[in-house]
């Protein structure tokens, strides 16, 4: 059967002297591994578009038994922001690695669809350590583990939300907090409008405070760490690697 489908190429593995076996997450199929055949070679039409995150328009040989065959791809977007700017290719490429581990656990329709949206974002500029949170906020859904960041976990109650617990999965009211880790104030609002933000209407985002960045990324990682399967890196790691 030969489809047609949106794809992004998360992974690749060399095969044989000129071919790869690419895994690509495509919009209508999910996840499909296919035989990019002859595309190491230079002159080959596959060799453009069989790389780790190229984003196409597939066109695939596929079976449901066995290896499926690619047969071409045209570029939908070529990121080509993204692979002039270390520290955007370092977060473009931590987004597809996360992606393919979260599609072990789920694999939801929507994930391609927060993938892409990701990557063109910060292909347009957006800050790559806003829309790092915002997936991985959002990945929380498809892992069963989302956190509760509406109302207070203990009663309910949606005013005066004072903290985030790492414990219970969500905001703590003032009435119901008795003791240990205060959330910053100015992150709990920020972690708040993160989390509704939908990616296809989002045009601007900017950072001016990387404290209050921190301070939800550390939240972040240890939750991921206590309640997923899931490696999460840290922002400063993915910046640690930038210096190399
Ligand atoms: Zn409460």
Redesign the pocket.
Known sequence: MQLKTKGIVLSETPYSETSKILNILSEDYGLIGVMSKGCRNVKNKLRGVSNKMNYCEYTINYKEKGLSTLIEGNSLNSFKNVYVDMKKAFYSFYLIDLINQVLKENNHKNIFSLLEQALIKINDGLSPELIIIIVELKLLSFLGVDLNLDS?V??G?KKDLYTLSLDMGGM??Q??YQDGFVFNEKALKLIVILNKIDLHKLEKLEIDDYNIIDEIDNFIYEYYNNYTGIYVKKRKQLSNVNLM
Do not use: D
């Open positions: 207070c203990v009663c109650e703590i009211c009435n119901c």
